[in-house]
């Protein structure tokens, strides 16, 4: 149980273009979903907090027009970075929560932005 | 000073030893604890959480907790080849902030046959 997937697992794209990443929980329903960042070698970095129904709440320093975040279901978050620069290109992984404390991450995204 | 302070290692040990992660906090806020083993290119797997001090046992695995000295650990006992990973330690302060967790640095273990 506890199954958390993420589409596409790898996606490369030119600078300039919107890129948009999806993160499903497959056995549960999460009000909660959390989308993090992780550059080669460097531990996870929380961006932000979404929350099915209402809007997505960023860490500080995370651009919110730059990263947007749209919570359509119980199931489904999706994660759309605007505008790609090399400098976005980075492992997404996103969470979810069932209840509780425990968190189940999704097998991550690799961005790549020529 | 960091919230969460992981020694990066790496960490080489042969295939049978007992291996000693560890992290150390700083605010005592953080109340929920919690280990991930990460392969190459995936995400996070959870494979301990915890909540009060002392130790919470699972398989070959042994999480330990100590509130009063800011300091959690991960013991892996009779180490395999497949646990060749990077462990991550991870804390929340729970309550209405839970789920947002500070990770640790992320030790890389190998274990060699």
């Known amino acids: 149980g506890a199954v958390v997937s993420q589409h596409p697992s790898r996606v490369i794209c030119k600078s300039g273009t919107s890129v948009k990443i999806e993160c499903r929980s497959l056995?549960?329903?999460?009000?909660?979903m959390f989308w993090y960042r992780q550059f080669p070698k460097q531990s996870l970095m929380l961006m932000a907090t979404?929350?099915?129904?209402?809007?997505?709440?960023?860490e500080q320093g995370v651009e919110k027009d730059k990263f947007l975040i749209n919570h359509a279901s119980l199931t489904l978050s999706t994660l759309t970075v605007t505008s790609a620069h090399p400098e976005d290109s980075s492992f997404y992984i996103c969470?979810?929560?069932?209840?509780?404390?425990?968190?189940?991450f999704g097998p991550g995204t690799r961005l790549t932005v020529t | 000073q960091k919230e969460v302070e992981q020694d990066p290692g790496p960490l080489s040990v042969p295939e049978g030893a007992i291996v000693s992660l560890n992290c150390t906090y700083s605010n005592s806020a953080f109340q929920y604890f919690m280990w991930y083993r990460q392969y190459s290119r995936k995400g996070p797997e959870l494979l301990m959480y915890?909540?009060?001090?002392g130790n919470k046992e699972d398989g070959r695995f042994t999480a330990q907790v100590d509130k009063s000295s800011k300091y959690i650990s991960l013991f892996i006992r009779d180490s395999q080849p497949s646990d060749s990973a990077t462990y991550l330690c991870a804390i929340t302060p729970g309550g209405t902030s839970y789920g947002k967790l500070t990770f640790g640095q992320g030790t890389i273990l190998t274990v060699h046959p």
């Open positions: 056995d549960f329903q999460a009000t909660t």
């Open positions: 915890t909540y009060s001090s």
């Open positions: 979404s929350n099915e129904g209402s809007k997505a709440t960023y």
């Open positions: 969470s979810a929560v069932p209840g509780g404390n425990e968190q189940y």
